[in-house]
């Protein structure tokens, strides 16, 4: 089965720290595409990063980066210079294969993350 | 990234009604899906919009209950049919555009509570 594990339901940090978020995801596909996305109150889904699975290079976003151990099958998101407007719901997701048709977002359970003042 | 519109953004409905949810893209897409989240939850995708034909619905939803309509390549309706307070959830339109590697990206949602 094609899963997606976030195994830290809650964080808190305070502002201006850096915080990192962990992803693990399984799969037996060789290619795929790897996603964080976060979810402030207003409930609206806003893409954060992504990666693509036969890229090496870590891709980064200003304050957001991720590490992606392919091997491992883990993809963790760092922020650096942690905001207040970073409080949100931060979800992992992946795209399970890179055929047309057969793209359906896996999404893990969530982090819930809040930056104390 | 396309401009996604959902309608409405929030309504309280009575238990065994109906209601219909739209979502307008400002762009052509060429694939459209509608998640469901429940409270606390993640996302959990209800089925894609195929342009022109029957929605292709994931393991625990069936047509009846949640019928989708894609008339065009930049329009979608949700329906919940026959509402129970199990439904009460935000559903959420999103879109992918063309080409191979586009991200995927969502309307503000719908938050719904069924009395």
């Known amino acids: 089965a094609q899963t997606v594990t976030q195994s830290q339901p809650e964080m808190s940090v305070q502002e201006a720290e850096t915080v990192t978020l962990s992803c693990t995801y399984d799969t037996s596909e060789n290619n795929y595409y790897l996603f964080w996305y976060k979810q402030p109150p207003s409930r609206q889904m806003i893409l954060v990063i992504r990666?693509?699975?036969?890229?090496?290079q870590n891709a980064t976003e200003n304050r957001f980066s991720v590490n992606f151990q392919k091997a491992a099958k883990s993809f963790s998101l760092k922020i650096s210079d942690s905001q207040l407007g970073d409080t949100a719901m931060y979800f992992c997701?992946?795209?399970?294969?890179?055929?047309?048709?057969?793209?359906?977002?896996?999404f893990g359970q969530g982090t819930r993350l809040t930056i104390n003042p | 990234s396309a401009v996604i519109s959902q309608k409405p953004s929030r309504d309280i409905c009575q238990r065994g009604t109906s209601l219909t949810i739209q979502c307008q893209v400002d762009s052509q897409v060429t694939m459209m899906f509608w998640y469901r989240q429940q409270p606390g939850q993640s996302l959990t995708l209800i089925a894609t919009?195929?342009?022109?034909?029957?929605?292709?619905?994931e393991s625990g939803f069936v047509i009846d209950k949640f019928p989708i309509s894609r008339p065009n390549l930049t329009f979608s309706t949700l329906t919940v049919s026959n509402m129970s307070p199990e439904d009460s959830s935000i559903y959420l339109c999103?879109?992918?555009?063309?080409?191979?590697?586009?991200?995927?990206?969502f309307g503000d949602g719908t938050r719904l509570s069924i009395l």
């Open positions: 919009a195929n342009q022109g034909s029957e929605a292709t619905y």
């Open positions: 999103s879109v992918r555009g063309q080409g191979q590697n586009q991200p995927q990206h």
């Open positions: 997701a992946f795209i399970p294969g890179i055929i047309q048709g057969a793209q359906k977002l896996v």
């Open positions: 990666q693509e699975a036969y890229k090496q």
